[in-house]
């Protein structure tokens, strides 16, 4: 099965991400768009010392409130993914 192209929509969208979780004092150490073959889709990946957390309800909650602050809301699947 050949991957979906990443379009320019979704550069902009991960931009737009970028600047709010910095508008919130979030700082994001990395950021990539990966394929996952798992959700057939593209994700952002984050990566930021304050999302390293054991508890992963409270990093979703520093994420969630930065994100609403700038008008994002959570969609099924989620626009972020965390991994350790």
Known sequence: ????AMVTIDVAKGSEILDALEQANLKVNVALWAFMPEYEEWRLILAA??????????SYGLLHDALSVAGFTPRPPPLF????
């Open 1 to 4: 099965m050949d991957k979906e």
């Open 49 to 58: 010392r304050r999302l390293d957390n054991p508890d992963v309800r409270e």
């Open 81 to 84: 993914s965390f991994s350790r």
